[in-house]
């Protein structure tokens, strides 16, 4: 079996996803476009080699409708016969992608696919696709009838079920930022990151997140209140203790990211040097209310497809949306906590919903290489409760 191989991964900075962002005045077509164009340039490919382009996006709805992807592959200039399809496994789309990617390679169908994803939460808020209509249905209506909850309220199910404190919560949201900030000061990030918004970033080199607050403090995140505390919910869910706050939680974000996924016969014959393959890839349902836990049991299923154990693996990556995620994820695998999102994560690297699993990527690649690691793997939780889980091997 034709072995997915792993080129490059590069992102845009994360933008604060709301008017007056960074990137909340590119158009999120032209941000997707930005990446795509930065990574076939700096890798010398022809895109007419390209045979497919998987990009993630979650609300597609007003500037992101109309299959965004396919929309970025044309305004990055690439050729008219270059395809594109863009997807939905929300918060895990760009990863999924990637896993798409990698099985078109793996069966022999495709040689050169690029996978990434974009979104805009400033310019299409989050639920904007929704139209004020039911999106779940009688059926599920009857599975649930009390109703699902927004992942907020799953972010506080979950920090009963683990038995989380406030103080648990803050204290990971504060080392979070404090390492992104200290590997945004040693340049961890700086082969990753392409400018895309001229005119409100630096040159190239100088980027950084304008999500990162390093500044933070367990005090100061002390003094901000529950986010998603309501009577009513209060009522409904006693067990809840409310401690899920705007500084322990990811926040909104507007991003996009790429990555290049090649087989080994493509490598060579276009003379590109790959940084890692791709071992084994997985994706898993669970409890739909708690939403965020899939991850545990993608973990499970991945390691067991790689025959690897956690011990095997360098560095791992489980994507902020919430503290409590990767918290629940340590302890229920006995994880060691210092290869666990080693430069950071989305609590201070953003979440660009349809963009994180490449940006995540991107990261953990930098990661292995530092460390002179073989394995990484990451993992994303998404809503409906799923996750996607990979591993990958870095290669010399």
């Known amino acids: 079996m034709p072995e997915a191989l792993i080129v490059d991964a590069v992102r845009s900075t994360s933008g604060r996803g709301r008017p007056g962002g960074r990137h909340a005045d590119t158009h999120p077509v032209d941000l997707l476009a930005a990446v795509l164009r930065a990574l076939v340039d700096r890798n010398g490919l022809d895109p007419a080699v390209i045979d497919d382009v998987i990009g993630g996006c979650v609300t597609q709805a007003g500037e992101q409708a109309m299959n965004v992807t396919r929309q970025a592959v044309l305004a990055a200039g690439f050729p008219v016969g270059v395809p594109a399809t863009t997807v939905d496994r929300q918060c895990g789309s760009s990863q999924q992608a ?3 990617a990698a099985h078109a ?4 169908a495709q040689d050169v696919v690029i996978v990434g994803g974009v979104e805009s939460m400033s310019r299409a808020p989050m639920w904007s696709n929704w139209l004020d209509r039911d999106p ?3 059926g599920v209506a009857r599975r649930w009838p009390d109703g699902l909850v927004p992942q907020g309220v799953s972010a506080e199910l979950v920090v009963a079920t683990a038995g989380l404190t406030r103080a648990d919560l803050d204290e990971y949201a504060v080392r ?3 390492r992104a900030a200290q590997a945004n000061a040693a340049g961890w990030f700086d082969r990753e990151l392409v400018p895309v918004s001229p005119g409100t970033e630096a040159g190239p080199g100088r980027l950084a997140d304008e999500t990162l607050r390093p500044d933070t ?4 995140l002390a003094g901000l209140r529950a986010a998603f505390h309501s009577p009513a919910l209060a009522a409904r869910f006693p067990e ?5 706050t705007a500084g322990n939680s990811s926040p909104l974000t507007d991003g996009a990211s790429a990555a290049l996924v090649v087989s080994g016969a493509a490598a060579d014959r276009l003379g590109l040097r790959p940084r890692a393959r791709v071992v084994a ?7 739909p209310r708690l939403m965020l836990t899939a991850v545990v049991p993608a973990t499970r299923r991945v390691l067991d497809r790689a025959d690897l154990t956690l011990d095997d693996i360098d560095r791992y990556e489980v994507n902020e949306a919430f503290a409590c995620v990767p918290l629940y994820w340590q302890r229920e695998l006995g994880a060691d906590p210092d290869r666990l ?3 950071g994560g989305a609590i201070a690297l953003g979440h660009p919903l349809g963009a994180s699993g490449t940006r995540i990527l991107g990261t953990l690649l930098g990661n292995l290489e530092r460390a002179g690691g073989r394995y990484g793997l990451q993992t994303i939780c998404e809503a409906g409760g799923m996750a996607n889980a990979l591993i990958i091997e870095r290669l010399p």
């Open 176 to 178: 979070s930022q404090q």
């Open 98 to 100: 990637l896993h798409f």
């Open 240 to 244: 809840a203790t409310w401690q899920v």
């Open 136 to 138: 779940y249905g009688a």
């Open 341 to 343: 999102n080693v430069a």
């Open 281 to 287: 890839t997985a994706v898993r349902g669970d409890d």
């Open 217 to 220: 403090t367990v005090e100061s």
């Open 105 to 108: 390679v793996q069966s022999g």
